[in-house]
């Protein structure tokens, strides 16, 4: 079984997925905050 060694791995693709996947929450959060805000003036 080989050894592992921390640090060695190419972790590239995993950066990018994790950066996409915030970047797609945040517009989600801000979206759906504009979206309740509208609600509220339109039925207020």
């Not at 080989?2 to 996947?21: L, N, R, Y």
């Not at 970047?23 to 207020?44: E, T």
């Amino acid at each position: 079984m080989a050894e592992h060694k921390h640090g060695e791995m190419d972790i590239t693709a995993q950066k990018k997925t994790f950066e996409g996947f915030i970047k797609w929450s945040v517009w989600s959060v801000v979206c759906i905050a504009v979206f309740l805000i509208f609600l509220a003036m339109v039925n207020g």
